[in-house]
């Protein structure tokens, strides 16, 4: 598969870009009454110029189809997240046509406008890079989140396209200079354009610019100078600059918008880190014989080790009372020993249901001081909610007939995700069609507990367990009363059900990354992920889980580790690691892609002093650090595949043009990666400079963001990389 098969283009590096605002929401009605207000005033105004909005049934003088994206569902987006559009354009033959993409806010105000670029001639498909609003890292408890939630909302995107006359004379009268061929008659063509450029209403000129067109026009009616002089100056470089800037439009048509839902900061753009609270600040007591948890008051050092890592989402397991009946031991054994924590997934015992807290870890307050000094470390918490209940639940006894049973009367268990072949006791999955009406209010008053002592994430344990209807009342409710809480869906399962819990309201999803591991595999799936699939499901990618360790894992020691962190950090928005894996916690259970003594059956000692011989947490932290730095980072959609000659070499590049960042400069990140944790490989990396916005065939100047060093790079570049080196480079290019 090619580059340009592989990938949506990112051509469009060098238009323009008006200002960028935000607003709050108005409705939809409202917009195309305001559009249709526009549209009246400005053909009233100019009568050079015929304006035609093209309605959703009919085409105006330019007809403009097949705009992407479509879909049965709004696309979504991070606010000021780079995204793509496109769209087909037809006019008769022989004119000359260009086009913008207009983006609107929630109140119908331009907020941008971008030229965009054909990039199909045959087929005269033309595209351009957009973003609704600037890019924000405010969460929902800092001061400047007000600025931020005013923005969020349904945003809109037009393409506006239009005869460009101008373009169109200039074809013309270079040939017949060129053949010198009723040459009077070109000049004077383009003596009068110009003059009725200068007077148009519609190209919003100044006096200066008026009179630069005015003498262009002059000097082209001027036959005491000659035909070369006269040329010039209609074609020089301040009445080119006005033709990119200002031009001369006629017939100018708009598509019916496209509607874009903008979310908040944290709905695409997330960093990961998962730990348990009772396995921080845990000790060996030796002389009891068993190990002492920790608590949300000894947790803080995970706050503070995923901070000082460069995470800003931290997501705990669910902190609610384990069940007894049933209780797996260490390793997920069928029967607990007397010190076995069981697991907190198995929610609710006699000290309370999911909406209390386990006393061994805290209470309310110490929930709420926790998630307060997250917030203080700019950490969002983000808590796993579980649909599975513990035989001892208080809801099973309020409500017998929330869980379906056996023919002896006691609970149906779900199978062991460890044992696919056991069935399990711990936990007992609700059931939604017994009381779907009863179960949906549970759920949501338990959220929002959760939500009023300071958490603003939610990942759902095992989603598709259950109806996607389900999980689609519980967002809507939920989110109806806390708008800014997010949701993530753990769906490692089918792609219907994974697609079905996306368009049900979750941000992002889990997905299978942990095991695509072959070129073929992961060339794939990054461009599955970024293309505009990610308009509806943004995959998080994790190279493991606390409940997931792949054989690639297992194999590849300490280079697999830091291999597959580069590819998850690099190759989406949104990537996460569990707890340990700074230390590269490695073994696996025989015969399962699962850890050997999984820290959901156990608390786990950790000797954090151990982590700098192995570097990952320093390659975890340097990853973070690129992310933020690097607006191309930030996007679902500008990932290119490039051309590598070894089929272990793995190189991709994410472009995001000067006009969509904060300092009006490209940015551009080139990841290549070694795929194999024990041989060195070496390949050439082929790329087309141009679709970065570079000159082509000269050299430029790459910097390694991982080690500080330089290259020049330029269409073919030889690389070479070592597992006991470097198992990847990341690229800036250098402007």
Partial sequence: ???????????????????????????????????????????????????????????????IYDTTPHGE?????????????????????????????????????????????????????????????????????????????????????????????????????????????????????????????????????????RSTLKKAADTLGDRKLSVAERFAAATNDDVTALHDAKPLRDGVSESAPQMFHVERPGSSFTAWYDFFPRSEGAADDDAAGFTRPGTLATAVSGLER???????????????????????????????????????????????????????????DDVRAFTAKAHDLGLEVALDVSLFVSPDNP???????????????????????????SEREDMI????????????????????????????????????????????????????????????????????????????GFTQSDCYFPWRNTKRELEEYLFEANSDAAYTQHDTFWPSTHRILTDYLRDNGIAGYAIRAVLAAMGVPSWGIASGYELVENKQQPGTQAPENPEEYEIRVRDWSEADKYGTAKLLTSLNAIRRRHPAARSYHNLTILDSSDANILAFARHTPAELTADGKPDTLIVVVNLDGHEAHQSMIRLNPA???????????????????????????????????????VLSVKR
């Fill in 306 to 364: 995923a901070a000082a890592e460069g995470f800003d989402t931290v997501c705990l397991p669910p902190i609610s009372p384990i069940g007894v009946t049933g209780r797996r031991g260490r390793n997920g054994a069928a029967h607990a020993g007397v010190h076995d924590p069981g697991s907190p997934y198995a929610v609710g015992s006699a000290g309370g249901a999911a909406d209390s807290v386990d006393p061994s870890l805290g209470t309310m």
């Fill in 73 to 209: 569902t709004t696309p979504r987006v991070e606010l000021g997240e780079q995204f793509h559009v496109s769209a087909q354009l037809a006019a008769e033959q022989g004119l000359a046509l260009s086009a913008a993409a207009i983006v609107r806010n929630p109140r119908g105000k331009e907020t941008q406008r971008r030229t965009m670029i054909c990039t199909n001639p045959g087929l005269s498909r033309w595209e351009v890079d957009v973003q609704a609003g600037e890019p924000s890292d405010a969460r929902p408890w800092q001061s400047g989140w007000s600025a931020v939630k005013r923005q969020l909302g349904d945003w809109t995107v037009s393409i506006e396209a239009w005869l460009d006359p101008y373009a169109a004379w200039l074809e013309q009268a270079r040939k017949a200079v060129d053949a010198r061929e009723d040459v009077e008659n070109a000049l004077n063509a383009g003596a009068t354009l110009l003059r009725r450029w200068a007077s148009t209403r519609d190209a919003h000129l100044t006096a200066g610019e």
């Fill in 429 to 504: 999955p609700l059931d939604f069609d017994a009381d779907p009406d009863g179960i949906v209010k549970a759920i949501v008053h338990t959220l929002d507990v959760w939500v009023k002592a300071g958490v603003t994430v939610f990942r759902a344990v095992e989603p598709y367990r259950w109806p996607a209807q389900a999980w689609q009342r519980i967002i809507e409710q939920t989110r109806h009363a806390h708008p800014e809480v997010l949701f993530l869906a753990e769906s490692f399962t089918a792609p219907a059900m994974m697609g079905a819990l996306s368009r049900a």
């Fill in 395 to 421: 809801w099973i006894a309020e409500h017998p007939q929330w869980v379906r049973r056996k023919a002896d009367g006691t609970p149906a268990g779900p199978l062991d995700f460890f044992d696919p072949q």
């Fill in 691 to 729: 679709a970065f916005g570079l000159p082509a065939g000269e050299p430029f100047t790459v910097a390694d963001e991982l080690t500080g060093r330089t290259f020049t790079w330029t269409n073919d570049n030889y690389v070479s990389l070592a597992p006991w080196a470097d198992v990847a480079h």
């Fill in 1 to 63: 598969m090619s580059e340009d098969t592989k990938t949506r283009k990112t051509a469009a590096t060098t238009t323009a870009t008006t200002t960028k605002t935000a607003s709050s929401t108005r409705t939809a009605a409202t917009r195309k009454r305001t559009t249709r207000r526009k549209t009246a005033a400005a053909t009233a105004k100019t009568s050079a110029v015929t304006s035609a909005r093209t309605a959703a049934a009919g085409f105006g003088r330019v007809a």
